[in-house]
């Protein structure tokens, strides 16, 4: 096995080790925002592992999982997440409703699908094939733009704007680093999807595993308790004589 | 771990070449590249840009 084929297994590892993490919080805190990343990260890492998995051998669910949850639904997801940390909770309840509705229906027109599996190759990576695998014209694939442009706006957009905030007014450095490295990872992940587009597969491997490793580190780093100085006490006068 | 202990703090330096510098150079970035792959996908979906 390659180098590059094995990209996707660490990249598994370390979503794995992010999802647990944050579903953790969402078990503690119960904000929705960490609700809507795990499930996020959980179908960022579902992709990267069914990406592993198809390098070895093919399994048209595991290609249905692939698509769907780690090139279509999860940065919406992530972005979603993002969404409901900075936004009014009505918006946010209508947004989940289309998110929830548009993800069914990206799904059923998934399953609906017949696959090629005689364009499949064996130690070629998925993000090289796919194309031939699904049908021409496949309706879904129109829909991955739309998931995406709405996930990188929500993810990227959302973390330089709390950076921003954050780093305007001089405070908490942790989460101005942090959201950085979690824009940067997300803007890894949506460059390496760009490439794989245009026919560039063979990138995203690597970016899946830059986005993977960035974000996580922002996310560590961003949650990280400051440490906040002590106010400074007036010295305590001493008890005047009745 | 130690490398995030300095980033633990509440307020940042007064004078910081990171924070004066860096830290806003890479958001104007980002937010470019954003932009960027943003009219990319556009493109894409009105059949501008070419796709495999």
Do not use: C
């Amino acid at each position: 096995m390659s180098l590059n084929n094995m990209l996707p297994f660490i990249s598994t590892a370390i979503m794995l080790l992010f999802t647990i993490s944050v579903f953790q919080r969402y078990a503690v805190r119960r904000n929705p925002a960490f609700l809507y990343w795990g499930i996020g990260l959980a179908m960022f890492g579902a992709g990267s592992f069914a990406e592993a998995f198809l390098v070895l051998k093919w399994n048209s669910a595991i290609f249905v999982v692939w698509y769907l949850f780690g090139a279509a639904l999860n940065a919406a997801w992530l972005g979603h997440g993002t969404l409901a940390l900075l936004v009014q909770k009505r918006w946010v309840t209508v947004l989940t409703v289309l998110l929830v509705i548009g993800s069914v229906i990206a799904g059923i027109m998934m399953l609906q699908l017949t696959l090629n599996s005689g364009a499949y190759e064996t130690g070629v990576a998925i993000s090289n094939t796919y194309r031939e695998i699904m049908p021409e014209g496949a309706k879904v694939r129109l829909t991955t733009p739309f998931f995406n442009i709405y996930g990188l706006i929500m993810l990227v957009g959302g973390a330089l704007y709390s950076a921003f905030l954050f780093w305007r007014k001089r405070v908490l450095p942790n989460r101005v680093i942090g959201n950085v490295l979690i824009a940067a990872g997300a803007l890894s992940i949506g460059f390496a999807s760009s490439l794989a587009r245009l026919g560039y597969g063979e990138y995203l491997y690597i970016g899946e595993l830059v986005a993977a490793v960035m974000m996580y580190s922002g996310f560590l780093m961003a949650a990280a308790p400051s440490k906040v100085p002590a106010k400074a006490t007036a010295p305590e006068k001493a008890p005047s004589p009745a | 771990m130690n490398f995030l202990n300095r980033f633990k703090i509440h307020k940042m330096p007064q004078q910081s070449f990171f924070y004066d510098r860096i830290v806003p150079t890479l958001l104007l970035l980002f937010a470019i590249v954003t932009v960027a792959l943003i009219l990319f996908a556009v493109g894409i979906l009105t059949g501008l840009i070419a796709w495999a």
